[in-house]
């Protein structure tokens, strides 16, 4: 009976830990450890993007907006990036994706002074606007190249 009540709970604290990695993949959000610091991670990062052939548009350094007015924050620095060829057919399917496009990708600093790349799936993105099949091929594209970038951005 004992060991009956211990495989339930068991099996209660996996369902939970399920539950949580599913709510956490959920969300869309890609996270990846970066074997480099906030600025190298972001000139790789940078790099990458601009050896894709993409553009970048802007970059956003949060930390320094941050200490303009006094505050404190660890680095965390967005780039925007991206190409007409690869969202324009998002976009023709469900213009309310150019809300999330172009891509994004944020370079951060957590408290322990681990360095973390993250950005938004092209998939989830897709699912979150009604994006259609016809549009399958660009959201592939864009999530081999994502992938692509943050890995050759992040490790050694």
Not at 112 to 117: D, E, V
């Amino acid at each position: 009976m004992r060991l009956s009540a211990l495989i339930r709970i068991l099996a209660l604290v996996a369902a939970i830990c399920s539950w949580e990695t599913q709510a956490m993949a959920a969300d869309g959000l890609i996270t990846i450890k970066s074997n480099f610091g906030p600025e190298d991670t972001m000139k790789r990062l940078e790099a990458e993007v601009n050896a894709k052939g993409l553009t970048v548009f802007a970059h956003v350094d949060h930390a320094a907006g941050a200490a303009a007015v006094g505050l404190t924050l660890r680095p965390t620095d967005l780039i925007i990036f991206g190409n007409a060829k690869g969202g324009t057919p998002l976009m023709q399917q469900a213009q309310t994706i150019g809300i999330d496009l172009p891509l994004k990708a944020l370079v951060w600093q957590d408290e322990q002074g681990a360095t973390w790349l993250s950005y938004n799936d092209p998939a989830w993105l897709a699912g979150r606007h009604g994006v259609g099949e016809p549009a399958k091929a660009a959201v592939t594209a864009m999530t081999g190249a994502l992938h692509a970038i943050a890995t050759k951005a992040t490790a050694p």
